[in-house]
């Protein structure tokens, strides 16, 4: 899946979402972006889906 939109146009909530769904599978998202990295680790521990940030 691709998605391209300006920013605030909701692109973190389809990572969210596709992970909320399928629970059983395993979801990678490279992300640039500290701020965007920590919203996005916030959004998830907000609906309890489980995650590893992995530090390079």
Not at 1 to 12: D, E, L, N, Y
Not at 18 to 45: G, M, N, P, S, T
Request: aromatic residues 8%; proline residues 0%; hydrophobic residues 55%.
């Amino acid at each position: 899946i691709m998605q391209v939109a300006r920013i605030g146009k909701g692109k973190s909530m389809l990572f969210i979402l596709l992970a909320f769904c399928l629970l059983k599978e395993v979801i990678i998202v490279i992300v640039l972006l500290i701020a965007l990295q920590k919203d996005l680790h916030r959004q998830c521990k907000l609906y309890k889906i489980d995650l590893y940030v992995w530090q390079s």
